[in-house]
């Protein structure tokens, strides 16, 4: 199993700033992963972050609201960038085994006013 | 496109009782599928994973089942207790070129009552 670290936990945010989640895994992996989880709903990737290339995004996201970094294999960010109410969401970070189950970190729950 | 539906959306159930979550997935080629639990406004704690090779995996008072051909997985949980309540979410890992991609359903609320 892998022991994810997120943080912030929580935040409360004003529309217009940024704020950038960090992830930290106890263990290299190749692939870092990123959901979104809007209020009453299920989760979505946002994208997926690989050391040493761009992050690949799936359909609705962006690199300029989204901007994700991967500077090594244990470590990522996700900025959630010009935040707006529809931005709050929790956001998790996930990482996959070898035997290709998924872990997630404890999430952030982000709150925009 | 892979879509993941779980009924029930929520069930309520007096502290003891066995009860089944079910899961359903439209394309039958995932590569496997797996269970976890969040409590509220929490992150995912991953209960099993079934490769789409095994038909159930058991851990504890859980056991949860697969039947690709009609698209189905069910979690049971035996003698539940009211620290069982979280909401259950089931998701399907796709088998082609992007095998790593998991679909997540919406989820079933439990509610274990003493």
């Known amino acids: 199993s892998a022991v994810i670290s997120q943080k912030p936990s929580r935040d409360i945010c004003q529309r217009g700033t940024s704020l950038t989640i960090q992830c930290q895994v106890d263990?290299?992996?190749?692939?870092m992963f990123w959901y979104r989880q809007q209020p009453g709903q299920s989760l979505t990737l946002i994208a997926t972050?690989?050391?040493?290339?761009?992050?690949?995004?799936e359909s609705g996201f962006v690199i300029d609201k989204f901007p994700i970094s991967r500077p090594n294999l244990t470590f990522s960010t996700l900025t959630v960038s010009n935040m707006s109410p529809e931005d709050s969401s929790i956001y998790l970070c996930?990482?996959?085994?070898?035997?290709?189950?998924?872990?997630f970190g404890q999430g952030t729950r982000l709150t925009v006013v | 496109k892979q879509e993941v539906t779980q009924i029930p959306a929520a069930l309520s159930v007096p502290e003891g009782e066995n009860l089944v979550l079910n899961c359903s997935f439209t394309?039958?080629?995932?590569?496997?599928l797996q269970w976890f639990r969040q409590d509220p406004g929490k992150g995912l704690t991953s209960l099993l994973l079934?490769?789409?090779?095994?038909r159930e995996q058991t851990s504890g008072r859980l056991n949860a089942s697969l039947d690709k051909s009609s698209g189905r997985s069910t979690l049971y949980i035996a003698a539940s207790q009211p620290g069982d309540s979280a909401t259950y979410l089931c998701?399907?890992?796709?088998?082609?070129?992007?095998?790593?991609?998991?679909?997540f359903g919406k989820g079933t609320l439990l509610t274990v009552n003493p």
């Open positions: 996930s990482v996959v085994s070898l035997n290709t189950e998924a872990f």
């Open positions: 263990s290299q992996v190749t692939m």
């Open positions: 972050a690989n050391q040493g290339s761009e992050a690949t995004y």
């Open positions: 394309d039958s080629a995932i590569y496997n």
């Open positions: 079934i490769q789409s090779s095994q």
């Open positions: 998701a399907a890992r796709d088998s082609g070129g992007s095998n790593y991609k998991l679909t």
